[in-house]
T-cell receptor, first 113, second 114 residues
Framework: DAGITQSPRHKVTETGTPVTLRCHQT?????MYWYRQDPGHGLRLIHY???????DKGEVSDGYSVSRSKTEDFLLTLESATSSQTSVYFC????????????FGQGTRLTVV | AQTVTQSQPEMSVQEAETVTLSCTYD???????LFWYKQPPSRQMILVIR??????QNATENRFSVNFQKAAKSFSLKISDSQLGDAAMYFC???????????FGEGTQLTVNP
């Protein structure tokens, strides 16, 4: 299995509080992604990174920010959590042409109350 | 922007039978990758099969095969000899070879009946 670790695995937080999810990889893959999974919507891209300090927005980026200061770490921050951000969050990694498929972390279930 | 559509929210199949899951996508690119992922109740995302757009031959992995119709922008997954362990959510995904964005469909929940 690809070396991807998400932390925490579960979190309950209150509305209005900041939350940071961490994704750590040991594969040295260039690309890293954050997705959220909600019933009926599949996986929707929040942000992705194509290198250290190189990030871009996905289709549902409002309310989220990311940072990638090292190849192995990709952080997702909810600046002020809202109930609509209750979801399961997945981190994924991929390489370029040599290995285009994405490998996923175990997911983080976030509940905002 | 690329879009991926799975028009079957739910499908069911009898054990040992064959089932086909549908996926269509929209792109103006000529070179790209398509994937099918499986998500069992454990929530882990598992790659089932990969197809390169420049290859005319349909990909096959054991009981899993695809029907890739590039002109129609269709990418269906056929599961032969269905097993109880095949029960899962299946996602179709698209990725440009020149880019890094990976776009998923909404998913199809497959039930396998004994």
């Amino acid at each position: 299995d690809a070396g991807i670790t998400q932390s925490p695995r579960h979190k309950v937080t209150e509305t209005g509080t900041p939350v940071t999810l961490r994704c750590h990889q040991t594969e040295n893959h260039r690309y890293m992604y954050w997705y959220r999974q909600d019933p009926g919507h599949g996986l929707r891209l929040i942000h992705y990174s194509y290198g250290v300090k190189d990030t871009d927005k996905g289709e549902v980026s409002d309310g989220y920010s990311v940072s990638r200061s090292k190849t192995e770490d990709f952080l997702l921050t909810l600046e002020s959590a809202t109930s609509s951000q209750t979801s399961v969050y997945f981190c994924a990694i991929s390489e370029a042409r040599s290995l285009p498929e994405a490998f996923f972390g175990q997911g983080t279930r976030l509940t905002v109350v | 922007a690329q879009t991926v559509t799975q028009s079957q929210p739910e499908m069911s199949v009898q054990e040992a039978e064959t089932v086909t899951l549908s996926c269509t996508y929209d792109t103006s690119e000529s070179d790209y990758y398509l994937f099918w992922y499986k998500q069992p109740p454990s929530r882990q995302m598992i790659l089932v099969i990969r197809q390169e757009a420049y290859k005319q031959q349909n990909a096959t992995e054991n009981r899993f095969s695809v029907n890739f119709q590039k002109a129609a922008k269709s990418f269906s997954l056929k599961i032969s000899d269905s097993q109880l362990g095949d029960a899962a959510m299946y996602f179709c995904a698209y990725k440009e070879t020149s880019g890094s964005r990976l776009t998923f469909g909404e998913g199809t929940q497959l039930t396998v009946n004994p």
